[in-house]
């Protein structure tokens, strides 16, 4: 059974610093997305990331996939509030269907 | 262009009642996934149903849990005489199709909480 870490657990930062959270398996990933959660809501997924060494950017989010396809992190720079919320890492797995996810990092920024 | 709509939003049963929880997805999805989210830990996959047939039900505990998607209506998820273990937020996905080009949208959930 894959295992997916994620680090930290929670992070608070003022806004516009930096931060970098990270995503950890116990096994290559399939195809490996990020999903952002926001309270009382659904994940909305942000990125799929399927190649190893891959960098993607979404405005101020950069992804990175790990050359070995088995780590991805996920910086944010110049934080704002929007941002806060719970940021989910997941595996499609073998099957193509079945999401695995990380516990995630719940990322707070102040104003 | 409504998403994925799951209601109610929030549920309040008592140990031992039945709680039925309702999926619409996207229009012109026919691919319908249930999770299950307790504090502190990520979404866990539940069952994965494709109109009036059960695709993969192994993240689905044995009993007291059901669930279905007919060809007409919503998806529902069942649980029957609730535990308090019970307790979490449902989350229902929908996709076009299947694979890895299909990405599954993701309702706003269900809380249930089981007194």
């Known amino acids: 059974t894959q295992l997916l870490e994620q680090s930290p657990q929670f992070l608070s930062i003022q806004e516009g610093e930096n931060l970098t959270v990270y995503c950890n398996s116990s096994?290559?990933?399939?195809?490996l997305q990020w999903y952002r959660q926001e309270p009382g809501e659904g994940p909305v997924l942000l990125v799929t990331?399927?190649?190893?060494?891959e960098v993607k950017k979404l405005k101020r989010l950069t992804f990175q996939f790990g050359d070995a396809r088995k780590d991805s992190s996920l910086h944010i720079t110049a934080a704002q509030p929007g941002d806060t919320g719970l940021y989910l890492c997941?595996?499609?797995?073998?099957?193509?269907?079945?999401?695995?996810f990380g516990a995630g990092t719940t990322v707070t920024v102040r104003a | 262009n409504a998403g994925v709509m799951q209601n109610p939003r929030h549920l309040v049963r008592r140990r031992g009642q039945e709680a039925r929880l309702r999926c619409s997805p996207m229009?012109?999805?026919?691919?319908v996934y249930w999770y299950r989210q307790l504090p502190e830990e990520g979404l866990k996959f539940m069952v994965y149903?494709?109109?009036?047939?059960?695709?993969?039900e192994s993240g689905m505990p044995k009993e007291r849990f059901s669930a279905e998607f007919p060809k007409e209506g919503p998806s529902i998820l069942r649980i029957q005489q609730v535990v308090r273990g019970d307790s979490a937020a449902y989350f229902c996905?929908?996709?076009?199709?299947?694979?890895?080009?299909?990405?599954?949208?993701f309702g706003a959930g269900t809380r249930l909480s089981v007194l």
């Open positions: 996905a929908s996709s076009r199709g299947r694979g890895r080009g299909n990405i599954q949208y």
């Open positions: 096994s290559v990933f399939s195809s």
């Open positions: 990331v399927v190649t190893g060494g």
């Open positions: 997941a595996d499609i797995g073998s099957n193509d269907y079945k999401l695995s």
């Open positions: 229009k012109g999805h026919s691919h």
């Open positions: 149903l494709q109109k009036e047939n059960i695709i993969d």
